[in-house]
């Protein structure tokens, strides 16, 4: 019942910049936690920024200071920008949204990092 889409991977060089959006749609809830998440190839799927309802955010400590994430004015969406990308957070992204016991992601959009 609740869809997530998300936009804006590509390929860049080091050191360069992205932002991804993530757009929900269905049956959606305020209080509500959204988040990206990646996961590489080999490695288990990892934190990379939640955003609660009330604005809070968490961040892995690989991507602080380089990641923004932020909801935008339209219900239910949520952006990553991506600074000073290193070949090391080449991955797929995912959205992630939280509401109590529920959780539904995105189908994931490839970010790749490399000169």
């Known amino acids: 019942q609740v869809r997530l889409v998300e936009s804006g991977g590509g390929l860049v060089q080091p050191g360069g910049s992205l932002r991804l959006s993530c757009v929900a749609s269905?049956?959606?809830?305020?209080?509500?936690?959204m988040g990206w998440y990646r996961q590489a190839p080999g490695k288990e799927r990892e934190l990379v920024a939640t955003?609660?309802?009330?604005?809070?955010?968490n961040y892995a400590d690989s991507v602080k200071g380089r990641f923004t994430i932020s909801r935008g004015n339209a219900k239910n969406t949520v952006y990553l920008q991506m600074n000073a990308l290193k070949p090391e957070d080449t991955a797929v992204y995912y959205c992630?949204?939280?509401?109590?016991?529920?959780?539904?992601w995105g189908q994931g959009t490839q970010v790749t990092v490399s000169s």
């Open positions: 992630k949204l939280e509401y109590r016991l529920y959780r539904h």
């Open positions: 955003i609660t309802s009330g604005g809070s955010t």
């Open positions: 269905g049956t959606i809830f305020s209080g509500n936690t």
